[in-house]
Structure formats: structure tokens, C-alpha cells
């Protein structure tokens, strides 16, 4: 519950409920709220308000201002009709957008307090909304279908959803909804199309509407009691090559930014940011890089939500991304591989390879650094991996190949022991880099991380005397590295492109500048092949 501003709430962390995941075409008869037609009927009244939204923008544009507020009819009758333009000119600019329809269905007596909470709150939502650098439109009417009301956010893409869901006044409307509410439906979905007072919004056309994903909330006795997603990936069989993306880089800079994922930790999304901007400045044309990893953890920590890779990639429009090597031999029938870099420590001998570094902290004040092999840090001669069982184990998640399955396989088949019961306890760190950490500061005795994340926390100077305390216990592998990869429907002339500039990266003096500063040698060619050996179906018993 919110009573005080917005500013004072805080989210709880866990979740009171469970969340369902519903299939396309699933039917939860106990919830018939979820049936998978009313989709279809909530679209018919989202494209209602679009285009009576459209129908106003002559006279919108006429005002020659970049914000506007317009309320038509009183909200107690049918045809209210309340928007919000909160930067027209990007608006009008723009031809992908991301838009979240709202669907609520009002309890049948709210208390006035209540009541009155909603509408203090209403006035800070449209203030903070005037605010927001994502959100370019918000349209709320009111069905004649049955008096709910409904909303229509209109965003430049999926990226300022998840900002929007961290702010505060979002928070306190959610806190309110199991107030106000019975039930609610929420739908995602990525729209294509130019927004301009001649778009015929019926005709399929000029405006397309591709849904991403449903949210279904049940509330029960003012709390949340039921939660389902569906979520529409959809088949990319018959469609050309590049008819759905990008041809050229002429293509790329009139229709929108060029947009990278990232799904990894921080560390590798500071690389990928930079390389993804390389790009961007050699093709001459805008980027945007999205922290996947991050947004993702934040989901699952307040909603246990995890989309997999597929998901985010479909929600967000990415054009390319930064994935592991696990995620890629999963999806490569969707994706395609087109390079993987390599580090320049001597143990990578100039391959784009990596390992699983075991880790563990020195249990003396040795502080010698064995290059053996270009581990820097010392190998502590001392343990051995079996010398590790019955300890606390930290990873970074169980879909992770070198912060899980590898050492997993290794027990497997040299112990015979699942890794749940080679080790004492087992502890969620959720990245390498916090696995690290948990090493360091004696919460894990041992950790299972990605060399490369290893060598790049090495790499910042005011951490070299903080991880001489670091011991890698043994090296397994070598794996491919995680590569960078797209949807097969990106053109190949743009795949082509992309690969090249990265393939001569370093060989111009911008190139090797960065490359050396971040620690890497160059990129290389990779193929599909190199990843068919991951082995990620472990079975823990």
C-alpha cells in the first residue's frame, strides 16, 4: 500500500504468488480473464484509441508545441478520452515504437480513500510522464464495451519500459492496483509503421502490430494471487532474407538506430558498449546497446520473470548481440555467428577461446605471480579441485556454461557426483564479476567464472592488489568464445559489413587503441561448428 509520495515506496523483493507461463494458445478455465481471444478484442480497442489519437493530431500539430494535455468528456461517461503527448516531434519522427496496452477491470466498490489515492497519484503519473526521455505518448480512454478504462504507452522502444518500471510513482500505481482492481491484462507489443494525421490505422499497412508478450494479474483480498505470461515469438519460416530488417547502412539511419544486446555481466557490457559504438561511427549511423543481463535480473528479483534469450531479443528489436556460447549452440537455428574476439594474455595463444577458472582465495600471504600458461595469479599448488568438496560454491546462474555446466560435467564424470552434492552448499551470485566478489570477501569459499570476466576485473588497476589474492584452483576447457550474433533475417549484406569491421579492427589505429585498452588482441572468424561440443544438459541429481 502507498500513502505517502512516490518517492518513499520500495518494492518488496519476493513475490507473494506464482507465476504461470501459458503457452499461445492455453486456456486457464478458473481464469477467464486469460483466454487467449481477448487479445484479439483488446487490440480492436487499442487501435480505436491510436486512431482517434490520430484523428486529433491536425489540431495537435497546429499548436506548434512539443507537449500537450487534452482531456475529451467527462471520465464517469462513454467516449472520455484523455492524451498525453509527451515529445511529438520524436513521435512524428519515428517509425518503430514499443506500446503497452493496460486493460484494467475495477472492483465493484472501492473505498473513497482509495479512490482518492488514484486520482492524487494520476496527477504525478502525468507529471513524471512529461518527464520521461522514453515514454512520447499516453493515451487513457474509456471502453463503451463495458466502462473499464484502458491505456495506450506509446515508447520509442522496449528499453524505456524497464525505466519506467523503476520509477517510483510506477511503483506506488502498482502498490494501489490490488486496491482498485480485480484483475488486469497487460500486453507488449513492437509496432512498425510511421505515426502521421494521414496513417489509416485499419488497413494492416501503414501501422503493424506485432505482440511480444501478455501479462495476466489476478487480485485476491488486495494482494497479488495469481500472475500468468504469454509471451508470441514468432516463426521466421518463409521470410526472405532481409525483408525484415535492415539492407543497408542508408536503410539503417532512416529507419531507426542500429540496436545491440548485451547478455552478459557488467564488465563485458562496458566492452560491448564500445565496440558496439565502433560500429556505429565506421557505418555512420546511431547504435544503441542494451543491458539485457541487467534489466533481466531486475525482472526476475521483483517479479521472477527471466525471458530467455529469444524473448528479449524479440521484445527489443535487436538487431545484434552479445550472447554466450551456450545461448547461440541453443538457438542456432535463429541465429547466425559472426565473429568472437580474443584476449591478449598468452594462456588464449591468439584463439578466440575462454575458460571455466575455478577459483578460490589464497589461504597465504604469497602475493608471486606464476605467469605459467599467462594465468596471472597463482595457481595454489595446494588444493585441487576434489580438494574443494564439502565447501560453499558460488555461480552465477545454472544456465551458465563456464560458471556452471562445465565444472558440473567435470564432477560428473571424474567423481561421479552431481555438483549439489560435491559441494556443501551452493550460492546464487547472479554474475562472474559477483561471484569474484564472494570469493574476495569470504561468502563462497569457491567460485566457478569465465576466465575472460576473470582477466578483465584483473585488467582495472585499482583492483591488481585485491585480486593477487585470487588463486585459480584449475583451468577446464578451453570453449569457444561468447560470440556476437544475429537473427538470420538480418540482411547479409549488413552481416557481412558488421563482420568486416570487426574482422580489420585491428589494424586501424582507433581499433587496436581500444581493443589493447580493453585487453583484447583482435576479433576472429568463428563458425557454428565450434559450438556444437557445449555440452549444457547436465542433469543434477
Known sequence: MCLGPASSYVPPKTPLY????????????????????????????????????IDLLPSIVATGEDVYLDTIGDSNEDGYFRVLVTQLSRLLS???????????????????????QIWDLDEKLLTHLKASKNILCYLTFRKSSDGQFANVVILDHAVGKDAWMMNATHHCAMALSNKYYNAVRIHNFNVEGRIHPS?????????????????????????????????????????????????????????????????????????????AHYIGSRLGV?????????????????????????????????????????????????????????????????????????IMKTDDDDNNNDEQDGVQ??????????????????????????????????????????????????????????????????????????????????????RSEEFKQIRVVDSLGPVPMPPLVCRRHVSSSLQSGVRDLLMTMHETKEGEEMLS???????????????????????DV
Open 199 to 275: 496513417a489509416d490505422v485499419d488497413n494492416g499497412r501503414d501501422i503493424t502490430w506485432q505482440p511480444i508478450r501478455t501479462t495476466y494479474v489476478r487480485f485476491v483480498n488486495d494482494q497479488t494471487w495469481w500472475r500468468g505470461v504469454r509471451t508470441y515469438v514468432p516463426s521466421l519460416d518463409g521470410v526472405s532474407p532481409g525483408a525484415l530488417d535492415l539492407v543497408s547502412s542508408m536503410e539503417i539511419s532512416s529507419h531507426r538506430p542500429l540496436r545491440f544486446g548485451c547478455f552478459m555481466g557488467d564488465v563485458a557490457f562496458n566492452f560491448h558498449k564500445q565496440i
Open 377 to 462: 595469479g597463482q595457481r595454489d599448488m595446494k588444493k585441487t579441485i576434489q580438494d574443494l568438496q564439502g565447501s560453499v560454491f558460488g555461480y552465477n546462474k545454472t544456465a551458465s556454461y563456464s560458471g556452471y555446466h562445465i565444472l558440473a560435467n567435470y564432477l560428473l564424470d571424474n567423481f561421479n557426483l552431481s555438483i549439489s552434492n560435491f559441494f556443501m552448499e551452493m550460492r546464487h551470485t547472479s554474475t562472474h564479476a559477483s561471484s569474484i566478489q564472494q570469493v574476495l570477501s569470504g561468502h563462497v569459499t569457491c567460485a566457478a567464472v569465465a576466465s575472460v570476466v576473470l582477466d578483465m576485473e584483473r585488467s582495472i588497476p585499482e
Open 94 to 116: 519515428l517509425s518503430s515504437f514499443f506500446v503497452v496496452g493496460f486493460m484494467g477491470f475495477r472492483k465493484d466498490e472501492i473505498e473513497d480513500k482509495v479512490r482518492a
Open 517 to 539: 585498452r580493453l585487453g583484447f588482441m583482435k576479433w576472429a572468424p568463428i563458425e557454428e561448428k565450434h559450438y556444437h561440443g557445449l555440452r549444457f544438459e547436465t542433469v
Open 286 to 358: 546511431p547504435v544503441e546497446v542494451v543491458p539485457i543481463n541487467a534489466i533481466n535480473d531486475v525482472r526476475y528479483d521483483r517479479m521472477r520473470v527471466h525471458p530467455t534469450v529469444l524473448e528479449s531479443i524479440e521484445e527489443y528489436s535487436l538487431d545484434f548481440s552479445f550472447v554466450c556460447g551456450t545461448s547461440f549452440a541453443k538457438l542456432k537455428d535463429e541465429l547466425s555467428v559472426l565473429v568472437a574476439p580474443v584476449r591478449s594474455e598468452a594462456r588464449y595463444k591468439g584463439q578466440p577461446i575462454c575458460y571455466c577458472d575455478v
Open 18 to 53: 506464482t507465476q504461470v507461463k501459458l503457452n499461445a494458445a492455453e486456456k486457464v478455465p478458473q481464469h477467464p480473464f486469460t483466454d487467449p481471444d481477448h487479445r484479439k478484442d483488446d487490440l480492436v480497442h487499442l487501435r480505436a484509441a491510436l486512431k482517434k489519437f
